[in-house]
């Protein structure tokens, strides 16, 4: 039994020392052109270039080393695991929960409420207000974004590749009608998630008989097709220049944030003058908005609709063949969806006070969908937690100015940022397959096994 425990060991070694070595050599042709070798124009302004041979050498080392432990340690433990489980009868049978994992979102929000204060305690008034608008709005816009889309991708299965033109419709609507018309905040808001709505419908109409790639091919091209349109309408959006001066929002219509209005609300409530008491209060007003979504999209999935949309996700021919409406399930995925991107959107444009083409860019469809894939396709906890890993890793990495020590004072670290997802994507592919807290649990089951009676199942009854 030692010889064969042995030569298993080795086994496994040899297997993660090759595996290591060929992952060394592929992570080496791929980086050299990309970290190896930097192009640069010098004092002449001549095009010249130079090498990075460190820094290349450390994704190397990085690559060959992680491939050769996830190999013979990591995996190997997995498979024990899964092997002990299944003899034990516990493989379907879900662990109990430690009490942090029970309480682990009553945690959140309450940290989430307090946040801001405890941001103005720590760091005072100027350094509050960073942390509150870049580590806190941003994160929880695209939460809000991410959220909606997991409508559409998570819960009804409909790859959507252009869910960016959504949020520009939300923004663009704000921005148009607030700028021409004074409407205020308050009443712009619902009219521009209704606004994305229809736009939603308009692009589910052409997508009924579309699945898969060439699914995603149309909502990509339909994306592509609001941006065009947004920098070519120069005499509605001004094009590339944007929309400047944008109002903000109100405090419910009472009190004004602008420093010359009369009812403004720092003079009102005798404050000094700062632009934290705003950003504060866009960051409550983020916050409720993606608790309204999360509240929808709970009580949604409860609902014959949400059924249906899960129906609609692991088989359409079968969903058909239930007598489930299928042109009503899609176009209300994608009504819903765009739905609270158009808040999000509206929500964007008072928060920047300024919108272009430029902020919604396909990459920004890329962004959303990867934190959708990363923390689990209709898992509300797992995209909030990929969404802050993601959007908070990329404000991390602006602060790392200690890198430049070690590579130079060239090296800009967020430029790495989709090396970073990509990289953050295969990890957790390998290792969780369905997301962070990915499930794919239909909303009604049986809690505990019952016992039926003959007569129910006789003909017409079961």
């Not at 889309?149 to 960016?164: E, K, P, R, S, T």
Request: charged content about 15%.
């Amino acid at each position: 039994m030692a010889t064969a425990s042995a030569a298993g060991n080795q086994a496994v070694m040899g297997k993660a020392l090759r595996e290591g070595i060929f992952a060394g050599v592929v992570a080496f042709l791929m980086f050299l052109l990309f970290v190896g070798i930097e192009t640069y124009q010098d004092i002449n302004n001549a095009l010249v270039w130079r090498t990075r041979w460190g820094l290349l050498a450390i994704f190397v080392i990085v690559a060959a080393v992680g491939r050769f432990v996830t190999v013979a340690f990591i995996k190997p433990h997995i498979d024990q695991r899964k092997l002990n489980k299944a003899k034990d009868g516990l493989l379907d049978v879900s662990e109990k929960k430690g009490f942090l994992r029970r309480h682990f979102l009553k945690f959140a929000l309450v940290l989430l409420l307090v946040y801001p204060f405890l941001s103005l305690l720590i760091v005072g008034k100027q350094g509050s207000l960073k942390y509150v608008d870049n580590f806190g709005i941003q994160i929880l816009i695209y939460v809000m974004l991410a959220w909606g889309l997991n409508i559409v991708v998570g819960l009804a299965g409909l790859l959507d590749l252009g869910y960016v033109a959504f949020y520009a419709v939300g923004a663009y609507s704000y921005a148009l009608l607030s700028s021409h018309f004074g409407f205020s905040f308050w009443i712009l808001l619902p009219l521009s998630g209704i606004f994305a709505a229809l736009w939603g419908i308009m692009l589910g109409f052409p997508v009924l008989r579309l699945r898969g790639d060439y699914l995603a091919i149309v909502t990509l091209a339909f994306g592509e097709i609001i941006r065009l349109v947004l920098i070519n309408w120069t005499d509605v959006t001004k094009g590339t220049f944007g929309i400047a001066g944008i109002p903000k929002a109100t405090f419910f219509g009472i009190w004004s944030f602008d420093t010359g209005a009369p009812n403004n609300f720092v003079k009102a409530w005798g404050l000094s003058a700062s632009s934290v008491y705003y950003k504060i209060f866009l960051f409550y007003i983020i916050l409720a908005l993606c608790m309204l979504t999360a509240y929808v999209t709970i009580r949604l999935r409860r609902m014959p609709i949400g059924r249906a949309w899960e129906a609609l996700r692991e088989d359409e021919i079968a969903c058909r063949s239930l007598g489930i409406d299928t042109v009503t399930t899609k176009l209300t995925a994608f009504a819903t969806g765009a739905m609270f991107g158009g808040f999000a959107g509206a929500f964007f444009a008072s928060r920047q006070g300024f919108v272009s083409p430029e902020s919604f860019v396909f990459l920004e469809s890329a962004v959303i969908l990867a934190i959708v894939v990363l923390g689990g396709m209709g898992s509300l906890t797992g995209i909030a937690i990929a969404a802050a890993v993601m959007v908070g890793g990329t404000e991390i990495l602006r602060e790392m100015s200690f890198l430049k020590v070690v590579f130079g004072p060239d090296f800009t670290p967020e430029l790495y940022r989709m090396l970073l997802f990509g990289l953050a994507m295969v990890i957790v592919m390998l290792f969780k397959p369905r997301g962070f807290v990915g499930t794919r649990e239909p909303t009604a089951f049986l809690k505990e096994r019952r016992s039926v009676s003959g007569s129910f199942t006789k003909e017409g009854h079961g």
